[in-house]
């Protein structure tokens, strides 16, 4: 997936959009993990964490957490 400031992630039940702020914002702690955290910025204001192995490429610019 390329980077991109349009990319997006869904949520789990993919009815909340939320924006890409940094697809590596560090590295995941989870032992043995080779993931990257993905800062993700909600429209509500909230912002989240998750890995990139918890999560599933939908299309180009699209990742939905899993
Ligand atoms: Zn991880």
Do not use: F
């Amino acid at each position: 997936m390329e980077k991109s400031k349009e990319a997006r992630m869904l949520s789990r039940d993919g009815k909340t959009v939320g924006t890409i702020m940094n697809l590596r914002s560090r590295r995941c702690m989870m032992e043995g993990c080779p993931g990257w955290r993905i800062h993700v910025r909600w429209p509500d204001g909230s912002n989240t964490y998750p890995c990139s192995c918890g999560c599933k490429s939908v299309d180009k610019d699209t990742l939905q957490i899993l």
